[in-house]
């Protein structure tokens, strides 16, 4: 949620930790929701981790790449 994002990244501003990984599904040529993209440009300014998947099996390879 985004509370639980904002939570995030008071941590890692005032700890560094913990590292911040967000997926987010890619949108079916849709353009890009407001919030949705607010969160990639703090995740960029902390250069934390954004990423977009396109189906759960995208999701499941990203997060095994992610996290060896």
Known sequence: TRHEF???IE????EG????FVYS???????DNHD???IRDVINNY???Y???NDIQDLRNQIIRDFR
């Open 25 to 31: 599904r890619k949108a079916d040529g849709e353009q």
């Open 6 to 8: 904002q939570i995030a």
């Open 47 to 49: 250069n934390q981790y």
């Open 51 to 53: 990423t977009e998947y």
């Open 11 to 14: 941590s890692f501003v005032t």
């Open 17 to 20: 930790h913990p590292h911040i």
């Open 36 to 38: 949705i993209q607010e």
